[in-house]
């Protein structure tokens, strides 16, 4: 049996709306961090299922979702050294405390 494209879309689509509602809702930075990681994995689905639909011979969506991979990872790195750059001042990852750049 062969994967449809609406499987790939409708995981996709899941994935996107837990990591929104993530996002919107948690005050914690690591679960942000966390649920932006889950919309890009839920976007790499979308590349991946589409490139696999339109063209299945050329890996052209494949390639693309291995960069922003490699971008979301770059990204967490540097997230999670704020955090800890953040947690040493202030001893709490709540996102109504980080207050350090106001004025």
């Known amino acids: ?6 499987y790939f879309l409708i ?3 899941g ?11 948690s005050r914690n930075v690591v679960r942000v961090l966390m ?3 889950l ?3 839920a976007v790499n689905l979308n590349l991946i299922g589409f490139s696999s639909f339109i063209d299945p011979v050329e ?3 494949q390639v693309f979702s291995v960069f922003v991979i490699i971008v979301a990872a770059a990204e967490s790195a540097v997230g999670l050294a704020i955090i800890l750059a953040i947690y040493r001042n202030r001893n709490t990852v ?10």
């Not at 049996?1 to 609406?6: D, K, N, P, R, S």
């Not at 709540?94 to 004025?103: A, I, P, R, S, Y």
């Open 35 to 37: 649920s932006v990681e």
């Open 15 to 25: 994935l996107f709306c837990i990591g929104i509602y993530g996002l919107v809702t």
């Open 94 to 103: 709540d996102m109504e405390q980080f207050n350090l750049l106001k004025w």
């Open 59 to 61: 890996i052209k969506g």
């Open 11 to 13: 995981l996709a689509a």
């Open 1 to 6: 049996m062969e994967l449809q494209l609406e």
């Open 39 to 41: 919309l890009l994995n």
